[in-house]
């Protein structure tokens, strides 16, 4: 009678701790721990998505054989070092470091744990690695720098609207990724002849006097590169496109699924899919160093013939026959 009474009490306090343990504290102990370091507040469910499955395809399933730990900052770029360096304390097995900002913090703070970038604009001129095929150190994974894209992306544009000469360019100076975007932009629209007008925002509060400028220029079309900050505040610009009717072009799908007319760029989720292919090399032994860092090798040209007609624009036929989507 004694020996169930105490099985009973022993049953009851462990099954009641239990409910009260954070979720990773429940995870088996010895299971790889990626840390997810981001500047945004949320990770965007097509990215989490995205990065799940591409680690099932490698026989990891979270909480059983694999865990993640999510550092988000929020918007905040100035804690994004304190977030890495706690990952880094715990410690974690694998860093995923979502774009520029928290690559460059994760960097700094671990020079060996493996570091895997994504969705970096320009790993080497930012300093992160040494080169794409030889990276060095304790950093790779998937950068988005292809050449002339954000040339493309204008060139698109001008072919969509040729009436158009003024176009405003909404980016985030603070992302040292954005100064490249900005210099080939600027050597498309030279024969384009195109006069671009430059609208930084570097914080939430500033946009709406980015938006003032952008109406005070007498810009006829808006181009917005493609950053921690705008995709946070994507619908925010949409908004503002379509109240304004001004034709725009983005980085992203998200966008224009937000509304957004059109988009052009890399096809994001592939690249946090991928990512997990770096995951299972690491833990299998492979050191970062000598892993290439890969380009994309996707690109999606998507339009919203909804927000066309809407506002009343058409879209000529040689560029829709060129989308690989077209919302209606």
Same mark, same amino acid.
């Given at each position: ?34 840390? !997810? ?8 469910? !097509? ?10 395809? &490698? ?31 715990? =410690?974690? $097995? ?13 960097? @700094? ?15 080497? %001129? ?7 095929? /030889? ?17 493309? #992306? ?8 040729? &009436?158009?000469? #003024?176009?405003?360019?909404?980016? +985030?100076?603070? +992302? ?5 975007? !900005?210099?080939? *932009?600027?050597?498309?629209? #030279? ?41 946070? &505040?994507? @619908? ?5 496109? *379509? ?7 983005? %980085?992203?799908? $998200? ?13 994001? =989720? ?13 833990? /299998? ?23 066309? #007609?809407?506002? %009343? ?16």
């Amino acid at each position: 009678m004694h020996s169930i009474l105490v099985y009973v009490i022993v049953v009851l306090v462990f099954g009641i701790g239990a409910k009260s343990l954070p979720v990773h504290a429940l995870q088996p102990a010895n299971i790889p721990r990626i840390g !997810w370091l981001s500047l945004s507040g949320t990770v965007a469910p !097509w990215a989490l998505d995205a990065f799940r499955a591409g680690l099932r395809d &490698h026989g990891y399933e979270e909480g059983h054989n694999i865990a993640i730990e999510f550092r988000l900052a929020a918007g905040k770029p100035e804690i994004l070092s304190t977030l890495a360096t706690d990952l880094v304390r715990l =410690p974690v $097995d694998i860093i995923l470091a979502s774009a520029t900002p928290a690559s460059l913090a994760a960097k @700094q703070a671990t020079s060996t744990i493996p570091i895997i970038i994504v969705a970096v604009g320009d790993p080497v %001129g930012t300093g992160l690695v040494s080169s794409l095929a /030889k990276p060095g150190g304790n950093i790779t994974g998937l950068a988005t720098l292809i050449p002339e894209l954000s040339a493309k #992306r204008l060139e698109l544009l001008k072919e969509t609207f040729p &009436h158009i000469s #003024r176009v405003a360019v909404l980016y +985030n100076p603070s +992302n040292p990724a954005k100064e490249r975007d !900005w210099e080939e *932009t600027m050597e498309a629209a #030279r024969p384009l002849g195109v006069e671009l007008l430059p609208v930084e925002v570097r914080t939430a509060d500033e946009f709406e006097g980015a938006f003032a400028t952008i109406v005070g220029s007498g810009a006829e079309a808006l181009v917005t590169f493609v950053d921690p900050l705008t995709i946070r &505040h994507r @619908q925010k610009i949409v908004a503002f496109a *379509t109240a304004k009717a001004l034709p725009a072009m983005y %980085g992203l799908d $998200d966008f224009v699924e937000a509304g957004g007319l059109m988009a052009y760029g890399i096809s994001f =989720p592939a690249l946090y899919r991928r990512a997990a292919v770096f995951v299972d090399k690491i833990l /299998k032994g492979a050191k970062p160093a000598d892993l290439p860092v890969e380009q994309p090798m996707r690109l999606e040209l998507v339009i919203n013939l909804k927000t066309a #007609r809407d506002l %009343g624009f058409k879209i000529p036929q040689s560029v829709l026959f060129r989308a690989d989507r077209i919302l209606q």
